[in-house]
């Protein structure tokens, strides 16, 4: 299994970036994905979750009205669509995926991608 983030980079305050991530060997079809970040110094924190039977998001509360979860099964590809972005907001970006939707949203999937940076400048 392989995920594959991509799509970070410098953005200015208030500004957007969408997140992708693709996954081989497996399906969100049948598995839930997720993302979370890391900032300078501090630990790993969840993001947003999706399940494999809903399109409905989890997200932290740091993010909820700015950042949306989203899925496409036929490309088995995550995305992460980050409006209003802050500089609180940087980050390294990873993404996730677990057959069980706790895992996820307890921090503990079977499955990361590498991190993707993003970078908000103020």
């Known amino acids: 299994v392989q995920l594959q983030a991509s799509g970070g980079g410098l953005v200015q305050a208030g500004g957007s970036l969408r997140l992708s991530c693709a996954a081989s060997?497996?399906?969100?079809?049948?598995?839930?994905g997720g993302w979370f970040r890391q900032a300078p110094g501090k630990e790993r924190e969840f993001v947003a979750a999706?399940?494999?039977?809903?399109?409905?998001?989890c997200y932290a509360d740091s993010v909820k009205g700015r950042f949306t979860i989203s899925r496409d099964t036929a490309k088995s590809t995550v995305y992460l669509q980050m409006n209003s972005l802050k500089p609180e907001d940087t980050a390294v970006y990873y993404c996730a995926a677990d057959s069980l939707y706790s895992n996820l949203i307890s921090k503990s999937p079977a499955y990361w991608g590498q991190g993707t940076l993003v970078t908000v400048s103020s």
């Open positions: 999706i399940s494999w039977a809903s399109s409905t998001g």
């Open positions: 060997g497996l399906t969100f079809s049948t598995y839930n």
